[in-house]
């Protein structure tokens, strides 16, 4: 898996790039807020391993969680929620359940691991994109080491730096042309 901080700069990213209409961010504070919460809530599932659930298992790491169906529930549930989300019904469903598929699509592509169930509960297959050029991420302990500096890295060069670019090449590609004033 990515670390929890590079699945949070995708909801960034794409937020960055939907700029700002008529003063005001297009994607309110709360909502990217919730968006960020939801592109890291599927890494909850570690706790399967407290609870001695196998990796394996549908319910264990990179599992149910990690499926259209969970994306497709927080996007119900963002529709739900979407007033204190500040937002329509539309743009909070939609915009949760981007940021929760964000998820295992990033993962899928990391170097290591079982893979994702993203067709869980019709599969328990558990997938991996052809490319997988990000380096898995060492768990707690091991993060603060040379392997978790080096997956590091590779999440800047991999996603970092992409999806930010990507986002200011967005936003210069639409951002309206400004009218000349000749005073």
């Not at 700002?20 to 297009?26: A, C, Q, S, T, W």
């Amino acid at each position: 898996m990515p670390s929890i901080l590079t699945h949070a700069v995708v909801p960034l990213a794409m937020s960055l790039a939907a700029g700002r209409r008529d003063g005001k961010p297009v994607i309110p504070r709360r909502l990217l807020l919730a968006g960020i919460a939801a592109a890291m809530l599927p890494d909850a599932d570690v706790l399967a391993f407290a609870l001695k659930i196998p990796y394996a298992d549908a319910f264990g790491h990179r599992g149910a969680s990690h499926s259209l169906l969970f994306a497709l529930i927080l996007a119900a549930l963002g529709a739900v929620c979407a007033r204190p989300l500040r937002s329509t019904p539309l743009q909070a469903g939609l915009w949760l359940g981007l940021c929760t598929l964000s998820h295992p699509l990033l993962d899928a592509m990391t170097s290591g691991g079982l893979g994702v169930a993203l067709y869980w509960p019709w599969s328990n297959e558990r997938l991996f994109a052809p490319w997988r050029p990000i380096l898995v991420s060492p768990f707690a302990n091991g993060f603060f080491s040379a392997r978790g500096l080096a997956t590091l890295l590779s999440e800047l060069r991999w996603v970092w730096l992409p999806m930010l670019t990507g986002a200011m090449l967005w936003r210069l590609m639409t951002r309206s042309p400004r009218t000349h004033d000749p005073r």
